[in-house]
């Protein structure tokens, strides 16, 4: 993550500070099959989470995530939209997928797609979660 910011007496010159930001993990690892699910719902802090887990080289399943996080901004002109105004949300910091490429608009992608289907939504099923067990079954 990289924040960005003006200050005087240059307003036009733009500052970087890139936040570190390291997991130190404790312990053995694990040594059953793993998989972590991932789906478009999936935003901010969860790609935050699923970015370390996918730097850790765990398999992730599902859909590419939603595409967005940073710090929230929230900015009202006019007094808002409740008296004639607008209000738009907007973040300053700059997140980046671990090779560095632009995480936001492009999400976290799945090492294994598996999309929601239609057919589950109509039968109530989760076909994600399904595909997730079959995987981790397979691979004992």
Do not use: C
Not at 58 to 87: C, H, K, R, Y
């Amino acid at each position: 993550m990289y924040e960005h910011w003006q200050r005087a007496p240059n307003q036009f010159s733009s500052n970087v500070q890139r936040l570190f930001q390291f997991i130190q993990p404790k312990g053995g690892l694990i040594d059953k099959p793993i998989v972590v699910l991932a789906s478009r719902d999936s935003i901010s802090q969860n790609e935050h989470a699923l970015a370390y887990i996918q730097n850790a080289g765990l398999p992730i399943m599902g859909e590419a995530t939603a595409g967005i996080n940073g710090n929230i901004q929230v900015q009202s002109v006019f007094s808002g939209p409740d008296n004639g105004g607008v209000t738009f949300i907007y973040t300053g910091l700059q997140v980046t997928q671990n090779d560095g490429s632009s995480l936001i608009g492009a999400g976290i992608q799945p090492d294994m797609a598996v999309p929601i289907s239609r057919e589950s939504i109509v039968e109530g099923a989760d076909n994600q979660l399904t595909r997730a067990v079959e995987y981790v079954l397979q691979q004992q």
